[in-house]
């Protein structure tokens, strides 16, 4: 079957021969992949600056945020049945028996680096014709969804750093108070970045009830402008607007969900962080040495403010769950904004083209099948 290789020590990718998976144990599920999103991430290892083959392979499949249709399911699988849509989750557990987050089925908090990643981290990824998982990593997906649920992995990041901050958050009692209203009601968000998990990730304050504003270095008259609008977000152009007007505009910033991987512009705006408030970083920046921060201010800040920092990493089977769900909210209020973030389709022979970087818009998908 075609799949999408890495070959790291070659320094290499392309789309090659490999041999098709077949179900080797009763609980498993033989996938037929339909689109795999492009990532940051994908980029990184097609530049062979992340990411490893499985042990005992010269090449690394790629590809972690996939839809597939169902094929064939192992004679103990329940609940899965061929046809059905389905989103593989990416990490896999570690196998140190003391790990208490693998071994309680969280291995997205992974205590000892051991764990694997589908398409990442020495395990073959869902750029292929085919995939073999365990079917307690599927999470079905309403046929509704089809066009969009490619999205559902990158929306998992923002799930998982939501359920986390209202869990932080529980210490406001008060933002608890009113189970008739969404529970953002009344508070402010800033996402950072218009990427699709910035996006994403804003969609979803949205639908939390925060007011939410995406600062973004894209210009005033762009997509990303128009789009913003179009699910209720007010897009605030880092071009022309600095942090502190930023600031000045928001009020107490409640929420920061950085979606940028900059290091430099998140503890900038951590500066302006609103009090009580927290700040969520899921953006991974390349180590290029240390720099500048304004560290007593920040510090002086998160004490005199009860601020809180969090960085979040993969998600869970709920997160994927959660973000199902939340995509057909989203789907339903906003139907244009959200198949308007895949801006570009790719067959897997062109895979190319994506990963080089030059494809521009916002999200690039490969189409497999
Ligand atoms: C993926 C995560 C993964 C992370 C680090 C991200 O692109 O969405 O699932 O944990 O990369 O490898
Ligand atoms: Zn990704």
Not at 68 to 82: D, H, K, M, R, Y
Request: charged share 15%.
């Amino acid at each position: 079957m075609k799949a999408v290789g890495v070959f790291p020590a070659e320094r290499r990718y392309e789309v090659i021969d490999h041999p098709e998976p077949g179900i080797a144990d009763a609980h498993q599920v033989k996938l037929r992949m339909l689109e795999v999103g492009i990532c940051g991430t994908d980029k990184e290892i097609v530049s062979f600056q992340y990411g490893n083959p499985p042990e005992g392979s010269h090449y690394l499949i790629l590809g972690h945020e996939a839809l597939a249709q169902v094929l064939e399911v192992g004679s103990q699988v329940t609940g899965i049945q061929p046809g059905d849509l389905a989103v593989p989750t990416v990490r896999r557990p570690c196998s140190v028996a003391t790990c208490a987050a693998c071994r309680g089925g969280r291995q997205d908090f992974c205590f000892t680096g051991g764990f694997t990643e589908r398409g990442i981290n020495a395990r073959h990824g869902f750029m292929a014709e085919y995939v073999v998982d365990d079917g307690a990593n599927i999470n079905l997906v309403p046929a509704a969804l089809r066009d969009v649920a490619v999205l559902v992995e990158p929306l998992t990041i923002a799930e998982k750093g939501m359920t986390q901050l209202w869990q932080i958050q529980q210490r406001l009692p008060w933002t608890q108070n009113a189970p008739d209203q969404p529970r953002g009601t009344g508070l402010r968000a800033v996402v950072l970045g218009g990427g699709p998990v910035g996006l994403l990730g804003a969609m979803k304050l949205v639908l939390e009830g925060f007011d939410t504003y995406i600062y973004s270095l894209s210009p005033p008259g762009s997509d990303l402008a128009r789009m913003s609008a179009a699910f209720g977000a007010t897009f605030v152009p880092a071009e022309t607007t600095s942090i502190a007007a930023l600031a000045e505009t928001v009020g107490n910033i409640d929420v920061v969900y950085e979606a940028t991987g900059s290091s430099s512009l998140s503890f900038e705006v951590m500066k302006y962080l609103g009090t009580n408030g927290a700040f969520l970083l899921t953006g991974v920046p390349a180590l290029k040495g240390p720099k500048p921060v304004d560290a007593d201010l920040i510090m002086r800040n998160l004490v005199l403010k009860n601020q809180v920092v969090i960085g979040t990493v993969n998600a869970s089977k709920q997160s994927f769950a959660d973000a199902i769900a939340d995509l057909a909210q989203f789907h339903q209020r906003w139907p244009n904004a959200v198949g308007s973030l895949i801006t570009s389709r790719f067959p897997i022979d062109n895979v190319k083209e994506p990963l080089s970087g030059h494809a521009g818009g916002i999200k690039s998908i490969l189409t497999i099948a």
